[in-house]
Structures are given as C-alpha cells and as structure tokens.
C-alpha cells in the first residue's frame, strides 16, 4: 500500500523490511496523509542532505490537511493553521521575517527534515497510532542522523523522548509543541529559529530561510 520509492539511501534502514509489512497489515487507504506521502519527509531530504531535525508528533487528521512532512499544510488547503499558525508567529517574533506559505517544502529542501514520531493517523482520531511501531523507524532515522552534528529540534513531549537516540554533538533544543493546547507553555519565545541558524553560521553553513522563499 505504501510508494517505497525515491527512499534512496533510508531504504537501507532495517525498518522497511523487518517492521513496515507487520504495520501495513493493520492498515487501510483511509489513513492520513494517504499512504503516497507516508515517506514524503524522508523522501524529500536524504541523509547526507538533512541539516536540521524538526520532531513532531503525528500528522495533522483533518483529510488533506497533511502532507507528509510534519507540520506542513498543503497550500491549497484553506482551513485552519492550529500548529503551523503558531509556529508562524514564533518566526516573526524570533526573526523578525514573515512566513505564510504553509507547504513546508522549501524548507525541506534546504535540508530540514520534517519527521513526525508517528507517520500515519486515522482520520479524527488523533494519537490513535502513537503505538503502532512507527518509534523503530523514528530512532532508526535519528541513528543514521548521527554521523555528523546537525541542529535537532524536538517539539513536544513525544519528540523530547527521542532525545537519547541523539548523539551528544548536536545542537538539541527542546520545547512544548506549537498547538494550541501547549504553545502558551513555552513554545513561544523559545527562539528555535534563531538558535538554529546561528549554529549553523558558526559552523560555516548558510542558515536556513526560515520565512517565504
């Protein structure tokens, strides 16, 4: 049910063969995002090209509402921003720029990969797949993640239990998940945009544009 390809080199990873066909079979096409853009994170930014992790945790359950990279709403779509609202209100407040393009792929093509902890979700029900053994995918990817420092951002209380899976020369900031529910929290004011780019210029990377492209 699930388009492997373009996995490139995380096809590798002994989760797409040990773990995917046990969670394919309790799976329908219902499931958000449709089961074409299950992998869209890891497809978009391959290993040698991820520069910075940003860790939800699960896709947005509204039909076509999630696209597979977390926190990225179709452009097309028209409703409610809920987390990405806020989240533009945090690169405002943090860099002083503007975003209101909700498709996250820019970003994702500037080397950010936009994982969730758990990938699919069923309509209206969120958190219902948080249990379903999408976690040995998670930590796999940050395995392979840890060759060489890169900027990990982990929002919420799912992502901030992935932080042993990192190796101790990142940059790792941790905070509240944008929701609504939690971003009064400490979400807000946290900087991450700012932090993230500023380790990077110290490292001689170009930062990442964080507003519209």
């Not at 209380?157 to 101790?168: I, M, R, T």
Request: glycine letters at 10%.
């Amino acid at each position: 049910m699930f388009d492997l390809t373009g996995l490139g080199e995380w096809a590798t990873l002994p989760f797409f063969a040990d773990d995917l066909p046990g969670i394919a079979t309790k799976l329908d096409d219902t499931i958000l995002p449709p089961p074409a853009l299950t992998f869209a994170a890891l497809k978009r930014c391959q290993p040698a090209d991820t520069r910075v992790i940003i860790l939800g945790q699960d896709p947005y359950h509204t039909p076509g509402k999630a696209d597979g990279l977390a926190f990225s709403i179709p452009d097309e779509f028209g409703g409610r921003l809920d987390s990405l609202g806020n989240i533009f209100k945090e690169i405002q407040n943090d860099t002083g720029r503007i975003r209101s393009k909700t498709s996250l792929d820019d970003w994702a093509d500037q080397g950010v990969l936009l994982l969730n902890t758990a990938l699919t979700v069923p309509p209206g029900q969120p958190k219902a797949h948080a249990s379903l053994g999408w976690s040995k995918l998670v930590a796999q990817v940050l395995g392979r993640l840890n060759d060489r420092p890169r900027a990990a951002i982990l929002w919420g209380g799912p992502a901030q239990a992935y932080a042993k899976h990192l190796a101790q020369h990142h940059l790792t900031l941790q905070s509240p998940h944008p929701s609504p529910l939690s971003a009064h929290r400490g979400f807000f004011g946290s900087g991450p945009f700012s932090k993230v780019n500023q380790w990077l210029i110290e490292r001689g990377q170009v930062p990442i544009n964080w507003a519209d492209p």
